[in-house]
C-alpha cells in the first residue's frame, strides 16, 4: 500500500475584518502569499488577466499567490480577509497549473471558521500606518512569522486546519478546473521537483536531459508537450517567483536574490524580472509597500 503524505502547510500572515471604501483601489498587484476573503456587506471587485469576479456578500474568494489582479472598491465593503504563505516539501503549490481568481457561495460553518481563526489569532490584523515611509514591511513579516512560531501547538495545529478548509473549498473538482493533460512521464514529473529545489543551480537542458538518460532535443519537446513551456521558461518562472518571495520576506540585496535564484547578474535577472511580472524588481518592491499592508 501506498502511503500518501500531506506535503503541503500554510503559514498564517494576517487575519482581520476591515471595512474597506474607494481608497481600496490597487492596479496589478502580484502578491507571493494567498489572499481569502469573506464579504458580508457591500460590494467591489477583483479581477484579473482573464476573469472579473464581484465581491459581494455570502461568498468566499481566494487569490492564489503570484497570481495577478485588481482590487477595487467603489464605495463600501465589509471583507473578512486572511493573508498566508504556502509551504510544500519540494517547492510545488496546489494552484501551480491553475492560478487564476475563484469564487464559491460560503456556509455557515465557513463563516465560523473565520470567526474562529480570529478569536484564536488576535492582533494579527494589518495595523499599521498607510504611509509606506513610515514602516519597513519586511520587519513586520518576521514580526508575523514569530508569532506563529510563539503559538502553542492546539492554536497552531487549529489554525492549520482552518486555513486547510477554507482552502479546500476552491479545489473542489467542480470549481477547481485542472488542465486536460495526460498523465506526465515520471522523468519529466522527476526533474520538475529537482528544479524547484536547485533554483539555485546552473540549469540547463542539457544537463537535465543528461539526468533522466535522454537526448536534450527529445527532453526539451517531451518538457513542452506535458507541461504547456520550455525547460528554461519554466526554470525562469520558478525562480522569479522565489525571487518575490524573497523580496517579500527578507532584506536581503538584489545581489544576493540573484545567487539564491540561480542568475548569473544583475542585468539579466532585472531584464527576466520586467519580462515576466511587468515590472522592474524596484517598481515591484514599491508596489508591495503601496499594497501588502494597505489593506
Known amino acids: 500500500m501506498i502511503k500518501r503524505n500531506l506535503q503541503h ?63 477595487t472598491c467603489s464605495r463600501y465593503l465589509g471583507q473578512y480577509f486572511v493573508q498566508f504563505f504556502e509551504d ?4 510545488s503549490s496546489f494552484f501551480a497549473n491553475n492560478r487564476t481568481l475563484l469564487k464559491t457561495e460560503a456556509t455557515e460553518m465557513d463563516v465560523n471558521l473565520f470567526n474562529r481563526l480570529l478569536q484564536i489569532n488576535p492582533g494579527r490584523g494589518i ?15 518576521k514580526e508575523y512569522q514569530e508569532l506563529n512560531n510563539q503559538q502553542n501547538t492546539s492554536v497552531y495545529l487549529e489554525t492549520q486546519g482552518i486555513l486547510m478548509l477554507l482552502t479546500s473549498k476552491f479545489l473542489n473538482p467542480q470549481l477547481f478546473k ?4 495526460k498523465l506526465i512521464p515520471l522523468k519529466i514529473a522527476e526533474t520538475l521537483n529537482y528544479i524547484l529545489v536547485n533554483l539555485h543551480l546552473d540549469l540547463s537542458v542539457q544537463q537535465l536531459a543528461s539526468r533522466v538518460n ?7 519537446r517531451q518538457f513542452k508537450q506535458h507541461t504547456g ?4 521558461n519554466y526554470i525562469n518562472e520558478k525562480r522569479i517567483e522565489r525571487a518575490q518571495y524573497l523580496m517579500a520576506t527578507s532584506r536581503i540585496s538584489y545581489s544576493e536574490i540573484c545567487i539564491q535564484t540561480g542568475f548569473d547578474n544583475l542585468s539579466y535577472f532585472s531584464k527576466t524580472f520586467k519580462k515576466l511580472t511587468g515590472m522592474s524588481p524596484s517598481e515591484y518592491k514599491k508596489q508591495m509597500y503601496l499594497v501588502g499592508f494597505n489593506h
Open 9 to 71: 502547510t500554510f503559514s498564517l500572515l494576517n487575519v482581520d475584518y476591515v471595512k474597506l471604501d474607494s481608497k481600496w483601489n490597487y492596479r496589478n498587484v502580484i502578491s507571493p502569499y494567498y489572499r481569502l476573503y469573506y464579504i458580508d456587506e457591500g460590494e467591489g471587485e477583483i479581477s484579473g488577466a482573464d476573469s472579473l469576479l464581484k465581491l459581494e456578500p455570502g461568498y468566499l474568494y481566494i487569490i492564489p499567490s503570484f497570481t495577478l489582479c485588481n482590487l
Open 178 to 181: 485542472h488542465p486536460e493533460r
Open 127 to 141: 495595523n499599521r500606518s498607510d504611509n509606506p515611509k513610515v514602516y519597513e514591511k519586511d520587519i513586520y513579516y
Open 214 to 220: 535522454q537526448n536534450a532535443d527529445y527532453f526539451s
Open 229 to 232: 513551456t520550455r525547460p528554461l
Open 88 to 91: 510544500s516539501i519540494d517547492g
